[in-house]
């Protein structure tokens, strides 16, 4: 029972003329938060029989009980994974790191629109992974919007949240997945424009941690960049069979062991403010903030 992305079919194209149509969770066409796709149309996405999927529009809170919206995250609630995570990339900066990693109360029944700390509420853990199904478990937790693609503390936050990563091999992770992170950064910084990016997961659903969380096979990614009047798109997978990213022309990523269409879509990096707070009547804050 082994998946590939065929089997993962996100129907939206991305040809060589880029097609595209933030953490409150949504109804399957991402309607509180469809501001961030272009067109307002985010990728239609099918899952496999008896698979289930939750749009996330991931939010955190600010100091003046605002929700603020950053990127927006397809979760599958069956192998506790993500299947995409989409985002806008703007110009890098170099804002620090703060790895506190979040859930998703929503996905668990819990009236909490953001994102937060584990801990509340009794079914936490029911539909999302949690910080202890990775323990001892020899996986990394890869992100799919990573902290180097943020360009303020807001985003770099939201970022830490465990409906953006899925169980990635460390040396992978560590080495060739973050060189590969740095060159896009490196390319997609001479685009005219800001750059869509959408980034997902493939499972292994061989391979279970905790008898709850599906291990990734492999990591895709596909960009697109507005350069002299013209949209050029990439792809990306990896680790292949030499344990590295290879870039791929779009139909090449498609094409690659039948890989389906595959959208780029958007998100919102906002601004960000200096103090972060749960909604809730501790107000307890998100934390890592003196890495401002």
Known sequence: FEFTMRHLVILL???????????????????KCKEFFLDTTPPDFTPPAGVSVKPICQCIWDNNDKHIFLYATLYNTTWKIPVYSAYVF????????????????????????????QGYGSKIGTNQALNSDYENSGYNKGHLYPVLHTDNHLSMLATSTLTNAAP???????????????????????????????????????????????????????????????????GYYGPDNNGQVQELTIKQLQARDSM?????????????????????????????????
């Open 13 to 31: 194209l991305l040809s060589s003329v880029c097609f595209f149509a933030l953490s409150e969770v949504v109804d399957n066409n991402f309607s």
């Open 90 to 117: 703007r110009k890098s900066k170099s804002i620090g790191r703060c790895d506190a990693w979040y859930i998703e109360p929503q996905l668990d029944l819990d009236p909490e629109l953001c994102m937060r700390s």
């Open 168 to 234: 990635q091999n460390p040396d992978f992770n560590q080495k060739a997945w973050l060189g590969h992170e740095k060159a896009v950064i490196k390319d997609l910084e001479s685009c005219d424009e800001a750059a869509y990016v959408v980034t997902g997961v493939v499972p292994d659903t061989k391979t279970i941690l905790n008898k709850k969380v599906t291990v990734s096979k492999y990591y895709w990614r596909a960009t697109c960049c507005l350069k002299n009047n013209q949209y050029t798109g990439k």
């Open 260 to 292: 389906a269409d595959i959208a780029a879509g958007t998100s919102c990096a906002t601004e960000g403010v200096p103090v972060l707070y749960y909604k809730q009547d501790e107000h307890a804050h998100y934390g890592c903030l003196a890495q401002r």
